[in-house]
């Protein structure tokens, strides 16, 4: 979320701005309509409010005095309905104008070149050379489907479309690549190995931009979940209800606490597009030590998205999947160290490819083409010999205060002493499926073995092929 100073005091030249980099328009006319009469009401609000502490401290001294109240009483009781319609507007408002300031994307860094999309955006560099092969070159799809290793028609059966099974040796590669990576940013690069939540709430989504924007990326869990009593009195006490949940004994009734986990409305929980939106959203609502700054952690897990804007790309094979594994990496910076941060992220993940010996390339993508948390954001793309192309399979951003500002997410300044925005920033460490297809393609030979690159044959038991 943008800084809302500029929402309120510059929105001309913000829209200006958000139309020119991200071609996103900014209704200016409607956010200005909705500040003026909150500032109208919040005044006419809190006007109400003093009189209603003044006319409550009169009322005190007069009963102390054993005085009559009733006038003073009619005077609270005509202008108290005028207050609570004036809180009631005032919210739903606020409530407006925040929906706005969700659905805004972040601002561009200044180093990012302008573009409208992935023409737009600017190679840095290449690393490797692309192998020449002495015969016919097969896709991962092919080289899978005749060995059994991957099975797209019983993940149909069982899922639908876009789901794979892997079996045999090629689900073990599959396995050792995500364990390299996870060891390599561990031992090496000094990222903490967290295991989190596949399943997250709407608020943690809300934190890293996913809602409400995206929503329709995302995979609800729109079931019921078990709950027991004591979680129904908590959801109650969160949300300052009352309930009464025994019998005339005292004891609970098991009727009562039926009836009302029934009538409880809980927010859906989200499977996790990525690692990303847990791992961040950590550091919610927290204020941290600057000495726990850098804050860098990873994660393996799966992954689930929707791919609602993707139709009829990549439906063949393993490349664009409902169900995928990636290792992210996630960092909560200090805001001077971010830009630093960000090229050290990308960094380790450019060691996972280069330690596998995959050819890829380094982009930088120009404000058209970025996410939408993001303000800056580099693409490593990885050679695939069957499509004589390269494909993206890391994406290393820095969001800067923008997911932060939603979280809440501060550290305390030393110089200062007080509370500041942190700088959040992500990264893929990289995708495990994209990783598997580059090292079938890459390392593929002529009877359809493969290869296992040297620096995997540890978590293979020693074997230097699968066939």
Known sequence: MLDPVLLRNQPDVLAARLKETRGYDLDVAVLQQWESERKQLQVRTQELQ???????????????????????????????????????????????????????????????PPGEDEAGNVEQHRWGTPRVFDFEVKDHVELGERNGWLDGETAAK????????????????????AQFMLDLHTDTHGYEETNVPLLVNAESMRGTGQLPKFEEDLFAATGSFELTTRDLILNFVANNRTIDLKDENGAFDSEKISCAIRNLKLEPRFLIPTSEVPLTNIVRDEILDAERLPLR?????????????????????????????????????????????HERMTRCAETVLEKLGLPYRKVLLCTGDMGFSAQKTYDLEVWLPAQNTYREISSCSNCGDFQARRMQ??????????????????????????????????????????????????????????A
């Open 409 to 466: 997410a501060r550290w305390r300044n030393p110089a200062t002493g007080k509370p500041e925005l942190v700088h959040t920033l992500n990264g893929s460490g990289v995708a495990v499926g994209r990783a598997l297809i580059a090292v079938m393609e890459n390392y593929q030979n002529a009877d359809g073995s493969i290869t296992v690159p040297e620096v995997l044959r540890g978590y293979m038991g020693g074997l230097d092929k699968i």
């Open 297 to 341: 952690m990873t994660a393996h897990s799966m992954c689930f998205r929707a791919e609602a804007g993707s139709a009829g790309r990549d439906t063949r094979g393993f490349i664009r999947q409902h169900q995928f594994e990636k290792v992210e990496l996630v960092t909560i910076a200090k805001p001077e160290e971010s830009d630093a941060e």
């Open 50 to 112: 003093n009189l209603r502490n003044t006319k409550s401290k009169q009322i005190g001294m007069l009963k102390a005095k054993g005085e009559d109240v009733s006038a003073v009483m009619a005077e609270v009781a005509g202008f108290g309905d005028e207050l609570k319609a004036s809180e009631t507007r005032l919210d739903e408002i606020k409530q407006a104008i925040e929906a706005i300031a969700a659905g805004i994307p972040n601002l561009p860094h200044e180093s990012v």
């Open 158 to 177: 069982l899922s639908g479309a876009r789901f794979t099974v892997l079996r045999g040796q090629l689900a073990r590669l599959h396995r050792a690549l």
